[in-house]
């Protein structure tokens, strides 16, 4: 039984390290992200809030149920006169009431006929589409800045690593010099060179963990992954990123894929009913009732409430506005001019979308030759920086050209990192532009 718990703990254990030791993908970090964001609880809500808002609309068409009751003391009775003549030769002055008197009734309303209700009703449907736009436009939301967050992790590693080779051949390079300083044949302002040089590298290392770390909590935050908990994700070498995005999942341009653009038009639409439901107030109204109560009379409180009379009927009511149509006219003007608006926003959201992808393709294909060009730079500045190293070691070349070369080749690899960090953000601003980042995702 021992040995039972035993291995039992062991793979617990392991099971644990393993899950601690997890290099997460950027799929993984999205995936991660769209359950746990707390954005998401906010944007659930109002989806929930539009069903409520739905279920408010539909009430107004139910039957509604009213039950009334009251009690009157009435400290002095209200007289009446009935003319002389009638009943006597004179005035006789006397009172319908008594001095106590309950009344008790129930009535059900049924709206047979509004037309400003009906096409309410129409706008529960666009609520709710909304509602669920607004879900997907918050996802890919956090698909960007996930994103971004994740290419600029890999782009600061990159430089940390291109950073250290720098640092370790600056540091072979000040042992070499100074040794040649001992022995006479270098003089000491060389080494002071390499050393300034050794020291900027140790500064620049330090600035890119800087950036590394807050590049980190950025992507947790978009993650809503603890600060307090560590984030492994993958190495270059794990996930070949580049690779991954020479891969085109953009298609065409489709406005309608965008979920912005779908907005503008679930709000136009939501106007144009606004419109027709003001016209639609100026309509007939038609309502049946059913009412049934009781009332009840007495010198005292007591036959007031025990000795009550019932009375009941059932009708239609037909409520016409007349004299309302200057406010309403006035109101359906705005609604309409609102309506006419949203329209022509929509239109030049599309220009503008179009012309969004537009750039962000150019941009693309610009940033895609600017990594191939640059990444051909750095090999061919390495290449020089050997045939100078080895000219240097040979006492062929001076310091100032080893210097120099070693100087060319770390412009030539911060423009490859800039150039690459670009491409990057390039291709997701064009799966953005083109409202395509769910499919993005989808796809990695």
């Given amino acids: 039984m021992i040995h039972k718990y035993y291995l039992f703990f062991i793979l617990y254990f392991t099971s644990v390290t393993v899950y601690g030791q997890q290099r997460w993908s950027l799929k993984d970090c999205i995936a991660y992200g769209l359950k746990n964001n707390r954005s998401n609880n906010i944007y659930a809500n109002d989806r929930k809030a539009a069903d409520a808002q739905s279920k408010e609309a539909l009430a107004a068409y139910l039957p509604s149920f009213n039950v009334n009751a009251g009690l009157d003391n009435n400290l002095k009775l209200q007289e009446s006169i009935i003319p002389a003549g009638i009943l006597g030769p004179n005035d006789l002055r006397i009172s319908f009431t008594q001095k106590y008197n309950t009344t008790g009734t129930a009535e059900v309303d049924q709206t047979i006929y509004d037309q400003s209700l009906l096409t309410g009703l129409k706008a529960n449907k666009y609520s709710k589409h909304q509602a669920d736009l607004n879900i997907q436009q918050n996802n890919e939301t956090i698909i960007y800045n996930i994103c971004t967050s994740y290419y600029q992790i890999y782009v600061y590693r990159e430089q940390l690593s291109l950073l250290n080779i720098n640092l370790a051949t600056y540091n072979s390079q000040m042992q070499l010099s100074s040794l040649k300083v001992i022995k006479g044949v270098a003089i000491q302002s060389d080494l002071d060179k390499i050393t300034v040089n050794y020291n900027n590298t140790r500064s620049q290392i330090s600035v890119a963990e800087s950036n590394l770390t807050y590049s980190e909590n950025q992507l947790k935050n978009a993650m809503g992954y603890s600060l307090d908990n560590a984030l492994e994700i993958e190495s270059p070498a794990a996930g070949p990123l580049h690779d991954m995005l020479l891969k085109s999942n953009s298609s065409a341009f489709q406005v309608t894929n965008r979920s912005d653009y779908q907005l503008a038009m679930v709000n136009a639409d939501l106007l144009g009913i606004d ?30 409430l025990n000795q009550l009379s019932p009375f009941s009927a059932v009708g239609f009511k037909v409520s016409i506005p007349f004299f309302n149509f200057y406010k309403r006219n006035a109101q359906y003007d705005q609604a309409k001019f609102k309506h006419l608006d949203a329209l022509e926003n929509v239109k030049l959201d599309a220009d503008k979308f179009r012309l969004e992808y537009e750039n962000a393709r150019t941009k693309l294909n610009k940033s895609q030759s600017d990594v191939d060009n640059n990444s051909r730079n750095i090999e061919l500045a390495r290449s020089v920086f050997k045939t100078t190293d080895f000219q240097y070691q040979k006492g062929v070349t001076d310091l100032t050209d080893w210097l120099n070369a070693q100087s060319s080749l770390k412009e030539a690899e911060n423009n490859y990192l800039t150039s690459l960090y670009n491409f990057y953000l390039a291709k997701i ?16």
């Fill in 429 to 444: 601003d064009l799966e953005k532009s083109n409202g395509t980042l769910q499919n993005f995702y989808n796809s990695l």
């Fill in 275 to 304: 419109q027709k439901k003001i016209r639609a107030e100026g309509l007939p109204k038609l309502t049946a009732y059913a009412r049934y109560g009781a009332v009840g009379f007495g010198k005292e409180l007591s036959p007031a």
